[in-house]
């Protein structure tokens, strides 16, 4: 057992490595960072309820639907997350690891789990689950931002892969709890 821990804890580390590294290449460096830096704030709060609400006030349905299930799911799986980063207490990888690249204001919370990624990936499934029909439409677009959140996480140096991972599994799962609680109401 020990032996399994200690494998999974290198190879993390070694992923969380190669997420955090910047490229030599000055343009893509460049681009990287700004697209990691800008795209990492669509997992916050703010604009995930927000927009959610936008769209359950001011959208037609389906989306009008889809918009408070996105505001529930992000709100109801946050509870989980406040609850597992008080008794887990996690560094962050910025705080227990040398030479892990982090943003210009880091997080001092637990590391454990991403609370961003949890969000988008709540905020996104509601919109997948509108209408089978523009499931291979969105779905494309909704793991590039899912995945680009993600990996802004481990790339600001705030998360290891697994928070990101147990983010996405937790926002995923309250969010396909809620649209199906909402579907049979």
Sequence with gaps: M????FWLLANEQRMLMWANRRPARPVVNAWLGGWLGAVTHMGGATFTLVTA???????????QSAGWQCAAAVAISHIPVAIVKR?????????????????RKPLCDSSFPSGHTTAIFAWLTPWLLI???LLALLLPVALMIGLS???S??????HYPSDVAAGALL????????SAFWSFN
């Design 171 to 178: 926002g995923s799962l309250t969010s396909v709890l809620v």
């Design 153 to 158: 996480r481990m790339y600001l140096g705030l």
């Design 2 to 5: 020990n032996r399994m821990m």
């Design 87 to 103: 008794n887990f207490r996690r560094l962050r990888p910025y705080q227990a690891l040398p030479h892990v690249h982090t943003c």
């Design 149 to 151: 959140v993600a990996w």
């Design 131 to 133: 209408d089978a029909a």
């Design 53 to 63: 609400l936008l769209c359950a006030i001011l959208a037609p349905e389906p989306w």
